[in-house]
């Protein structure tokens, strides 16, 4: 059993929600990235999303694009990303990563190279934006084979028959998106959310999470009433974005802990 499916399973027998925390890989700074990641398990983190650092981010909004560009300007690629979930794993081997991005740096570094370094770092799945599921079926039996999940997107406005194309190819969790925009956008309809998940739910065989749009406790609780997990990405980069360097890392464990609290009422 992978480590995400080992979460979402002991997480279901104590009748709890996965809580999903995003953030951009060398924002503020490289060497910041580490103590980041284990100030979200800190704070209550079942899997951290990581986001790898990109100049062409179509998913994300302006909170997540100047992430990026504050990343970029350090120079931070893909290999120094799998590097830094590797330094992780010294300390923490049991809290599952998954790595966010876009199609270009895996292609870039080629796909048998990456999928070998993610796994050899202690990566435990990959979403990638912008690989469909008709151009990325190889692509996912690579990461099988290599013990990463893939993991897909689902929008609101994705057909029931192409839920069923995607959820056979995806592994882990499925992340639905909880709204029609980019992330950080606001506008979340909580009834339209439960209606979406349900008929998930009743073609996917795998845990639901939904992000995009959650920026507080009290959403993410009502949110994770009816999914198996909640994503929080733009919110939490925005605090590391009000923070100084050196007081990031307190902030943003004391703002997820808040959301951890609000999901374990």
């Given at each position: 059993?992978?480590?995400i499916?080992?979460v979402?399973?002991?997480?279901?027998?104590?009748?709890?929600?996965?809580?999903?925390?995003?953030?951009?890989?060398?924002?503020?700074a490289?060497?910041?990235t580490?103590?980041l990641?284990?100030?979200?398990?800190?704070?209550?983190?079942?899997?951290?999303?990581?986001?790898v650092?990109?100049?062409?981010?179509?998913?994300?909004?302006?909170?997540?694009?100047?992430?990026?560009?504050?990343?970029?300007?350090?120079?931070?690629?893909?290999?120094?990303?799998?590097?830094?979930?590797?330094e992780?794993?010294?300390?923490?081997?049991?809290?599952?990563?998954?790595?966010?991005?876009?199609a270009?740096?895996?292609?870039?570094?080629?796909?048998?190279?990456?999928?070998?370094?993610?796994?050899?770092?202690?990566?435990d799945?990959?979403?990638?934006?912008?690989?469909?599921?008709?151009?990325?079926?190889?692509?996912?039996?690579?990461?099988?084979?290599a013990?990463?999940?893939?993991?897909?997107?689902?929008?609101?406005?994705?057909?029931?028959?192409?839920?069923?194309?995607?959820?056979?190819l995806?592994?882990?969790?499925?992340?639905?998106?909880?709204?029609?925009?980019?992330?950080g956008?606001?506008?979340?309809d909580?009834?339209?959310?439960?209606?979406?998940?349900g008929?998930?739910?009743?073609?996917a065989?795998?845990p639901?999470g939904?992000?995009?749009?959650?920026?507080?406790?009290?959403?993410?609780?009502?949110v994770?009433?009816v999914?198996?997990?909640?994503?929080?990405?733009?919110r939490?980069?925005?605090?590391?974005?009000?923070?100084s360097?050196?007081?990031?890392?307190?902030n943003?464990?004391?703002?997820v802990?808040?959301?951890?609290?609000?999901?374990?009422?």
């Open positions: 059993m992978s480590r499916a080992s979402f399973a002991t997480l279901k027998t104590q009748g709890r929600k996965a809580l999903i925390p995003f953030i951009t890989a060398g924002d503020p490289p060497d910041k580490v103590p990641m284990h100030a979200l398990v800190a704070g209550g983190a079942d899997i951290i999303e990581l986001g650092p990109f100049s062409d981010p179509m998913a994300d909004g302006p909170t997540i694009q100047r992430a990026s560009e504050r990343a970029l300007k350090y120079g931070v690629g893909l290999h120094d990303v799998l590097a830094m979930v590797a992780f794993r010294l300390i923490n081997t049991a809290t599952p990563v998954v790595l966010m991005g876009y270009n740096p895996i292609e870039a570094m080629g796909w048998d190279r990456f999928c070998s370094e993610a796994a050899s770092a202690g990566l799945g990959v979403l990638t934006v912008d690989y469909p599921p008709e151009e990325s079926a190889e692509f996912a039996a690579k990461c099988a084979a013990g990463l999940d893939n993991i897909y997107l689902l929008a609101p406005t994705t057909p029931d028959a192409r839920i069923e194309a995607i959820t056979r995806a592994h882990g969790f499925v992340y639905y998106v909880s709204l029609k925009g980019v992330t956008a606001a506008n979340l909580l009834a339209e959310v439960a209606a979406k998940v008929a998930i739910r009743a073609r065989g795998l639901v939904v992000g995009f749009g959650i920026r507080d406790g009290e959403t993410a609780r009502l994770a009433n999914a198996d997990a909640v994503v929080i990405g733009s939490i980069v925005q605090e590391i974005e009000n923070s360097p050196d007081k990031a890392a307190e943003v464990q004391n703002f802990a808040g959301v951890r609290a609000a999901l374990d009422k």
